[in-house]
């Protein structure tokens, strides 16, 4: 491994695209470069204006309940109201620009690639309208603050936001023996509110234990029960208590008792008792290896090598999910350091290190965020809780690939003839820039087909 | 001069050995490659019980509570199919085509998955085999593989900006999705596949997409269109996409797409709501690709399925949870159609799988065996033994098709 490659894997791969100088900055410590990152507090969004979810969330739920009210023709006509998604899509675009200009400006870029892991780890996806508004929120509060830390922290933090709540339904579940049931039943018996179990399967198969980690529907369901209770306050009638927008416990919901589940008896304390499964479920040796694969896929192959995926489970288990533990044994892998065995980038990854090596800035409005729609990842909506796939094949199909060249296209005709596309290429590639890419940039006909080159180059096109 | 990608490419067919010439061979004559089959795969385990309501079943409404349709006849009721089932009244277009004898309605039907995760649930639909992961590729691409007479490029076309595993596999397929970017310059575009020589996937992915393009735009001007495309539109868009593909004599005879959105886990909804509305979507973007195959629709065979059902009862939240057989529908001019497939196990607490979920009674796999045997002509070893390996017990359903 030359000294070049060194640099260029740890800006390309582990982070998000090097800007240019960042790999003379590197220079021959790739792995220090990386291990720095981790040391101190995580990155914080400074960004004015940027509100907590739960006032967000507030304000869209209240909006909600005046529409409702306005139809019934008790307040104001619902047509001069405004809808949850115009209120909610201004709030989406500036969450969304304040992600991209600290992935784009970042020091840390690791740490950055690291949130967005996270998060597509944890997804929420706003095909949901009501995530709409909240998806940025999620990010800042339960992903960030956590990305340095414990995974048991992270999944609490995760599971218990209002985002991840709505986007998979729990606020509403209810214990078939809850006092709201029992109650129901008394005075309404056709109405029978009762469990949904989709959270608890998701954080099981998801999020934790992995779909073969060894749990059955009877944990689901008994975990469903466990978490039932689970939701957001503020609302409407018997679901006016708490602090509107936010998490709240409500007893009313709660299937009381003790319960098995994995193998393991939980007392009822409430709330506490979800709790005291997911510290569990956290420190599984499954959770273990089911994260940890699914970082090597991410930083080493599609198929990662099994002495990887060891070291990190290792890691894991010893450090008790210490997260900045984990990464620096992937810091350390060899595995990670092969030249030419680099990921397809993602439309994301494509278009992040496009902006940083471009070093174009992130204006208010839309214009960064079309980008990931064309090219067919739109910012926070992998339309599925397992979140976005993370292998060549899900992402290099032909059409994928010519949407990429034509963004590629419209960049380089926009700023081929302001930038010098073979500096930049030494620059943004290293040693992993390849003599044809070169031959092809010096040989192109104008400054802007040149540019167009280097980003559609088969190493460009990989991290 | 700025030439179109469908230009470039009629310029590298007219020179005659060019870039593709030589890959592109037109076809023989024959029954079955007037045969065209579009697979529509739909992501999110869709309500069979909502799509196709058992009215006549005795413990049908005591289960689906709010969300039950009436009987026909009565408000919000089914589009009658026999004294037992009938369909979402948001499916029109599937009402007529039952009429018409164009449709298959299977019920309490799955694939070999028991379990509960969309995820793996999609992969064993799409691989063909009873496990989750088993291979890489899919079954339809292995079929494509084994087809007789293989003159075509590519058999196959997947309507969507990358390939979806039952699509992937040693066959050659398109792919092509809607775009609103400009086209290249010729000049920019033979460069790039230079720089790609190298690259076997890089080259082989270009080609393709330089294949499709010419082709889903042929005599239309949609590459054009500067407005973007949103929600329902754009599925349209990939429907007459499909069509334009399945219509020309030299083109794919299957294509694949998907659609999403039938994870009803809270406020479902019957005659009206949130899977009355996506019911609709799908219904008329199935009678727009009958509309625009025209003719080539009388050849046509319609597969639309899902990775599994949802509980037969409601849950807390007034919608469904994931379980396990739901319906599924063969539809087009191609079709021995007007009938319901199913070996009904009931509803009654006894009957349900596991006490909760429509019991399995039918393997999909038979049913994909069937058309791909009468349609495609694929031969019934090529279906044991490489495109379905492990579905023995579940025989190739026969006369599902006119072909």
Do not use: C
Request: proline share 5%; no cysteine.
């Amino acid at each position: 491994m030359s000294v070049h490659d060194a640099a260029a894997i740890a800006a390309n791969r582990f982070g998000l695209g090097a800007r240019p100088g960042d790999l003379a900055q590197i220079g021959e410590e790739g792995r220090g470069w990386l291990a720095d990152q981790l040391k101190g507090a995580p990155s914080q969004l400074e960004e004015a204006g940027l509100r907590p979810g739960a006032q967000i969330l507030a304000q869209g739920l209240a909006l909600r309940a005046r529409r409702r009210d306005a139809k019934s023709g008790e307040a104001a006509a619902a047509a001069d109201l405004l809808k949850l998604p115009q209120l909610y899509r201004p709030i989406y675009v500036d969450e969304v620009n304040a992600r991209l200009r600290a992935a784009i400006a970042s020091d840390r870029p690791f740490i950055e690639r690291l949130t967005h892991f996270w998060s597509n780890h944890f997804a929420v996806s706003v095909d949901k309208v009501i995530v709409l508004g909240l998806a940025g929120a999620f990010e800042r509060e339960a992903i960030r603050p956590h990305v340095l830390g414990n995974f048991t922290d992270l999944l609490l933090a995760a599971e218990r936001h209002p985002a991840m709540i709505l986007y998979l339904d729990n606020q509403r579940s209810a214990g078939p023996d809850s006092p709201l049931a029992r109650l129901v039943a008394r005075r309404a018996p056709e109405r029978k509110p009762g469990i949904n179990e989709n959270l608890a399967r998701e954080i099981l198969e998801l999020h934790t234990l992995g779909v073969n980690g060894g749990y059955t529907q009877a944990d689901v369901t008994e975990f469903a029960k466990v978490i039932s209770g689970w939701s957001i306050g503020g609302g409407q009638g018997r679901f006016a208590r708490g602090e509107p927008g936010a998490f709240v416990f409500r007893p009313e919901l709660h299937e009381p008792g003790a319960k098995s589940l994995l193998g393991k008896r939980y007392a009822d304390h409430g709330e506490e008792q979800g709790v005291a499964v997911l510290r569990d479920v956290a420190q599984r040796p499954q959770t273990a290896r089911f994260i940890a694969t699914k970082l090597a896929r991410h930083f080493i192959a599609d198929d990662p090598p099994a002495s990887a995926v060891e070291r990190l489970t290792r890691v894991w288990l010893a450090s008790s999910g210490h997260l900045p533990s984990v990464y620096r044994a992937l810091i350390d892998s060899p595995e990670a350091w092969q030249a030419g065995s680099g990921k397809f980038k993602t439309p994301a990854d494509y278009i992040l290190s496009g902006f940083r090596g471009l070093e174009l800035p992130v204006e208010a409005g839309h214009g960064a965020i079309v980008s990931f729609e064309v090219l067919g990842q739109r910012n926070y909506s992998p339309g599925s809780p397992a979140g976005w796939p993370d292998r060549s094949a899900d992402w290099d199909g032909p059409s994928a690939l010519m949407k990429r060249i034509e963004w590629a296209d419209t960049v380089g005709q926009r700023l081929g003839s302001r930038r010098n596309a073979m500096k930049l290429a030494s620059q943004l590639l290293g040693d992993t820039l390849s003599s044809a890419t070169r031959t092809a940039i010096a040989r192109a006909a104008s400054g802007a087909q040149a540019l167009t080159l280097l980003l559609t180059a088969p190493e460009y096109m990989r991290r | 001069m700025i030439l179109r990608r469908r230009d470039f490419l009629a310029g590298a067919l007219a020179a005659g050995g060019g870039l593709l010439t030589s890959r592109v061979v037109f076809a023989g004559s024959g029954a079955s490659s007037e045969a065209r089959f579009v697979f529509v795969i739909l992501r999110g385990a869709l309500d069979g019980l909502a799509a196709v309501p058992p009215y006549g079943d005795p413990d049908y409404t005591r289960l689906r509570g709010e969300l039950a349709f009436g009987a026909p006849g009565t408000p919000g009721a089914v589009l009658k199919l026999d004294t037992q089932f009938g369909l979402h009244p948001s499916l029109a277009f599937l009402g007529e085509s039952y009429t018409a004898r164009e449709l298959i309605v299977f019920h309490a039907i799955a694939s070999p998955y028991r379990e509960r995760s969309h995820f793996d649930g999609q992969d064993v639909l799409e691989n063909g085999f009873a496990q989750p992961h088993a291979v890489q590729t899919g079954w339809l691409n292995r079929a494509l593989a084994a087809v007789p007479a293989r003159e075509r490029k590519e058999l196959g076309v997947a309507l969507g900006q990358n390939v979806p595993l039952v699509m992937r596999g040693p066959a050659a397929v398109a792919s092509w999705s809607p775009s609103k970017l400009a086209a290249l310059d010729e000049d920019t575009l033979a460069r790039i596949t230079d720089l790609y020589a190298h690259d076997p996937l890089l080259s082989q992915r270009l080609a393709d997409a330089v294949t499709a393009d010419a082709i889903a735009t042929a005599g239309s001007n949609a590459m054009d269109s500067s407005a973007p495309v949103r929600g329902n539109a754009r599925y349209l868009e990939v429907v007459r996409a499909t069509a334009s593909f399945l219509k020309r004599e030299d083109g794919p005879q299957v294509a694949v797409f998907d659609t999403t959105g039938w994870d009803t886990h809270a406020n479902e909804g019957a005659a009206q709501g949130q899977l009355a509305y996506r019911l609709a979507a799908l219904d008329s973007g199935l009678r727009e690709l009958k509309q625009q195959l025209g003719a080539a629709w009388g050849n046509t065979v319609v597969l639309l399925a899902t990775e599994f059902g949802r509980t037969a009862a409601i849950n807390g939240t007034r919608g469904t949870d994931h379980g396990t057989a739901s319906a599924a529908f063969l539809l087009g001019g191609a079709v021995r159609g007007g009938r319901v497939i199913a070996d009904w196990p009931g509803l009654s607490s006894g009957a349900l799988y596991q006490n909760r979920d429509l019991k399995p009674t039918r393997d999909i796999r038979s049913v994909m065996k069937g058309v791909l045997g009468e349609l495609l002509r694929v031969t019934g070893a090529a279906l044991e033994t490489s495109v379905f390996p492990d579905s023995g017990a579940a025989r190739a359903t026969a006369g599902l098709t006119r072909a």
